[in-house]
């Protein structure tokens, strides 16, 4: 018979290793990363080994073996994918030789210490490999691995100063590797988390890349709207000043026809006003999220492409199936990204066409803003249309391939929204979907 704390003990160990098992699969299942796979690997052939080593089943040796053999090719896997930097040191003089050996013998003996304690290899072997990535790349900063060897270290030092191992046969019936299981997952799920995090963070930074970059990619297109669309009012200023001057010369300035021509300058000075307006705020970093119209946002995203929609005559046609002043909740300025994306897209769709048309079209539910953005183009081929989203893919000779997989990352994740796209030999549509602001 065993006692109640023995059977707890062994009941929490047991709960604390199917928990893990169930945390890595799923994270595995998300991430695809195979360090999750072959660390579940690992406790589940730890689970069976810890279940026959408890005693409470009778069982062959071999069994156990069996465990403990496939649990230490388990662990193997795992700390190599999850080891972080070079497995062999740049050695350059003896002086470094000297140091790194002494430090590989360090390692060696505090993970033989880490056995003698435990007595369980797989989680002496993960120890001892993570130590080597520790010590063997300091100079790449502080690592997940190193939550995991510091934690395994710092236990190791306080049973050694205590001399805990002695004291725990000597007052209990239970075993130490009891507390290592523990130990084991404790340190693993703080070191995989702290792992998640410096990835998001840097998934966040290359996010903040790609989306410069496209601004920047598409800058020299941008210049040449401006230019095009400064041409026309800086010669309607021009000839409101030879009108003014001429009549000023010939004694034949009237206060009206003045103030009339004043007024047509002022205009046309409003109007590059607002054109400078609506390109700084293309380009200016913005991460506060607020409530805004919609409607602003096509209408400054139309202004900014002008040039090109008039050049080869486009017919835009922008229909509201909803109140006007329809609003979603936002960056503003990564909305405008995104129509400026597509539509570009669509005005190169019609270039070769005639009777070019594009029709953005927005509507509203209860719930959403759905804005459609189509064109009568040639359309997508339906092998090509698969990728579309994806980086680096473009179908223009002069495209970057980051449009429209930013457009849906942006939408996705800034939005919390939806960007699909269907495509036929008469056009191409795309759907945004966005929650309406409260």
């Not at 066409?353 to 029709?359: G, H, L, P, S, T």
């Not at 359309?379 to 698969?386: A, C, R």
Request: charged share 20%.
């Amino acid at each position: 018979m065993y006692d109640l704390t023995t059977v707890l003990s062994y009941g929490i160990t047991f709960g604390i290793l199917m928990m893990t098992i169930v945390y890595t699969f799923i994270r595995y299942i998300y991430s695809k990363e195979l360090f999750y796979l072959s660390y579940c690997f690992m406790q589940v052939f730890s689970l069976s080994y810890i279940i026959l080593y408890s005693k409470f089943f009778y069982y062959e040796l071999f069994f156990q073996d069996f465990s403990l053999f496939f649990a230490t090719l388990s662990a193997l896997v795992f700390a190599v994918r999850f080891y972080e930097g070079k497995f062999i040191p740049k050695i350059t003089n003896n002086k470094e030789l000297i140091l790194n050996t002494l430090l590989l013998i360090f390692i060696i003996l505090t993970a033989f210490y880490h056995y003698l304690l435990f007595e369980y290899l797989p989680y002496t072997i993960i120890y001892a490999i993570l130590f080597v990535s520790i010590v063997f790349n300091l100079n790449q900063g502080f690592k997940a691995t190193a939550i995991y060897v510091i934690g395994w270290s710092v236990i190791c030092l306080i049973l050694y100063i205590l001399n805990f191992k002695t004291y725990f046969k000597m007052h209990t019936h239970l075993d130490l590797v009891l507390l290592a299981f523990a130990m084991e997952a404790i340190l693993f799920t703080i070191s995989v988390a702290y792992k998640y995090n410096l990835l998001k963070k840097e998934n966040v930074e290359i996010e903040s890349m790609l989306l410069q970059q496209s601004k920047l990619a598409q800058s020299g297109e941008m210049i040449a709207n401006i230019t095009h669309q400064f041409r026309q009012p800086l010669n309607n200023l021009s000839y409101i000043l030879i009108n003014l001057k001429n009549k000023y010369k010939n004694n034949n300035l009237e206060k009206d026809y003045f103030e009339r021509k004043t007024s047509q300058a002022n205009e046309q000075i409003e109007y590059l006003s607002n054109t400078i307006e609506n390109f700084k705020n293309f380009y200016t970093e913005s991460k506060e999220k607020e409530d805004f119209e919609i409607r602003e946002v096509i209408q400054n995203s139309l202004s900014i492409l002008n040039s090109d929609i008039k050049k080869i005559e486009i017919n835009i046609d922008l229909i509201f199936n909803t109140n006007e002043h329809v609003k979603i909740f936002g960056i503003k300025n990564e909305l405008a990204q995104v129509l400026i994306a597509i539509i570009s897209n669509a005005i190169h769709a019609v270039k070769t066409i005639e009777n070019r048309k594009i029709i953005i079209e927005i509507n509203s539910n209860t719930a959403d803003v759905i804005l459609t953005i189509k064109d009568n183009g040639e359309g997508i081929k339906s092998k090509l249309l698969d990728k579309i989203f994806e980086p680096y893919f473009t179908t223009k000779s002069t495209g970057t391939g980051l449009g429209l997989y930013l457009s849906k990352m942006i939408i996705e994740k800034s939005f919390k929204g939806k960007l699909n796209v269907k495509s036929n030999p008469k056009g191409t549509t795309f759907y945004i979907n966005i929650e309406k602001s409260v």
